[in-house]
């Protein structure tokens, strides 16, 4: 069964509450340390916030936390529809000047006008409803917005690594909120940045085992352990927190084959700690098949350049 499509899970044109992951191509470390290239590309994650926080006031959106993982972004944000409807004609041509100045310079050329510098905005383009209600469409549009930053860092961080194709998974996962679930989603999402960016070691946060048997408690002493949505996110977040950092017991998470099993993290199959002489002496029959899922994190080196065309060399 393949997953909803957006609008079924967004409404549109309503008010939600919305936890946004973005995950790197195979979920590759491609925003922290990565051991397998043995680089550490930590930097990028003030790319991301500055080119976040560069489209954000254009949009009719709302930003309570964010967090850039190794392997994945998450941001959780308000959507506000209503905002968008009340601006006026010259206000959405301000705000899309500021984010995107080249759809309005040639929309300028086509009237034959020019928009200086610190000008208002001309009464020729006020007056475009089309373009107009285009744009109130889009600056209240959430996937837009997730679609230019993603794509603007994509570029860059390419550009970087010299390669090309896909840095970003080919969809992000959004999961609406519930209000009663918001402080508990914006705590975790809070402290799972300070543990991705080393101020609080991973081993004091996950005290008790994982991320989601931590949350997951809390949620049942708030009478939220019926929120599947926020059950949800949990559960992805604890998740990509496990297998982008490490193991809260400090176990070594192998390449290949690395899932989650009941809130524990197996290689081949089965949960590896620190100094354990004979991984198969762990007994199998703890885990749940129904609960595992498959993390792709392998790793193939860059193919050399011009050889294989435009052929995606990160793939």
Same mark, same amino acid.
């Given at each position: 069964? #393949?997953?909803? &499509?957006?609008y079924?899970?967004l409404?549109d044109g309503?008010p939600v509450?919305v936890?946004?992951?973005s995950? =790197?191509?195979r $979920?590759?470390a @491609?925003l922290?340390k990565n051991p ?6 930590a930097h990028?994650?003030?790319t991301i916030?500055d080119t =976040?926080n560069?489209?954000l006031?254009s ?5 309570y936390?964010?967090?850039?993982l190794p392997n994945?972004w998450v941001s959780?944000?308000?959507v506000?529809p209503e ?7 010259g ?8 984010a995107f100045?080249r /759809? *309005?310079a040639?929309?300028?050329r086509k009237h034959r006008i020019?928009w200086?510098r610190?000008a208002? /905005? /001309? %009464?020729v383009l006020?007056?475009?409803v ?5 744009w109130?469409? $889009?600056?209240a549009?959430?996937p837009?917005?997730e679609q *230019? *930053?993603?794509?603007?860092?994509a !570029?860059l961080?390419?550009?970087?690594d $010299? *390669?090309?194709g896909?840095?970003w998974s080919?969809?992000y #996962?959004?999961?609406?909120v519930n209000a009663?679930?918001?402080? !508990?989603l914006v705590?975790?999402?809070? %402290?799972i ?6 101020v609080?070691?991973?081993?004091e946060? =996950?005290?008790?085992g ?5 949350y997951?408690?809390l949620?049942?002493?708030?009478? @939220?352990?019926d ?7 949990v559960?992805?977040l604890n998740e990509?927190? !496990?297998?982008?950092l490490r193991?809260?017991d400090?176990g ?14 197996v290689?081949? #199959? @089965?949960?590896?700690?620190?100094? &354990?002489?004979?991984p198969?002496?762990?007994n ?10 498959c !993390?792709?994190?392998?790793y193939?080196p &860059?193919r ?5 065309g ?6």
């Open positions: 069964m #393949g997953r909803a &499509a957006r079924e899970i409404p309503q509450r936890a946004c992951i995950e =790197c191509s $979920q590759e @491609l922290g397998l290239r043995g680089k550490d590309f990028r994650r003030k916030l =976040c560069h489209y006031p949009f009719s959106l709302e930003l936390s964010t967090a850039v994945a959780y944000l308000h506000h905002w968008a409807k009340s601006w006026s004609a206000e959405i041509l301000l705000r899309v000047k500021r100045p /759809p *309005v040639k929309r300028c020019r200086r610190n208002p /905005p /001309p %009464e006020c007056q475009d089309e373009f107009i209600e285009y109130r469409r $889009q600056l549009s959430l837009f917005f *230019v *930053v993603k794509q603007r860092v !570029i961080f390419n550009r970087e $010299q *390669v090309s896909h840095f080919d969809r #996962g959004s999961v609406p009663e679930s918001h402080s !508990i705590a975790l999402i809070q %402290e940045e300070l543990v991705s960016t080393g609080v070691p991973i081993s946060v =996950c005290h008790s994982s991320l989601w048997d931590r997951v408690g949620m049942r002493e708030k009478g @939220l352990e929120d599947d949505s926020l059950l949800q996110v559960t992805d990509l927190v !496990i297998t982008g193991t809260p400090g070594r998470i192998q390449v290949a084959g690395v899932r989650r099993e009941s809130g524990l993290v290689a081949g #199959g @089965l949960h590896v700690p620190d100094g &354990a002489q004979n198969s002496q762990q199998p029959s703890r885990q749940s098949p129904s609960k595992a899922k !993390i792709k994190a392998t193939v &860059a050399p350049a011009g050889k294989w435009g052929e995606c060399r990160r793939c």
